[in-house]
């Protein structure tokens, strides 16, 4: 393979390590989200990421909803 994926993955199910820099607190989620009874490893880990990936686009949005609601203030209704 081309990229660090399954190495991650086998790291992360077998509490191994990957090669340098062995992304430890990436091993200890995978394990985690390893020990969910659904699918493959595979599929547990990479179903993980994708609700990683929505958390953190939740994120973006509120942080960014406050931050133009200071910049835009909504006008009071007369």
Do not use: Q, W
């Not at 992360?12 to 820099?21: E, I, N, R, V």
């Not at 929505?54 to 909803?65: E, S």
């Amino acid at each position: 393979m081309d990229d660090d994926s399954p190495e991650t993955i086998t790291a992360g199910a077998t509490l191994g390590l990957a090669h340098p820099p062995c992304y430890p607190l990436a091993a200890l989620v995978n394990r985690l989200l390893s020990l969910i009874p659904l699918g493959g490893p595979c599929f547990r880990v990479n179903f993980g990421s994708a609700l990683f990936a929505a958390l953190g686009a939740i994120l973006l949005a509120l942080n960014l909803r406050l931050l133009l609601a200071r910049f835009f203030p909504a006008k009071p209704e007369a």
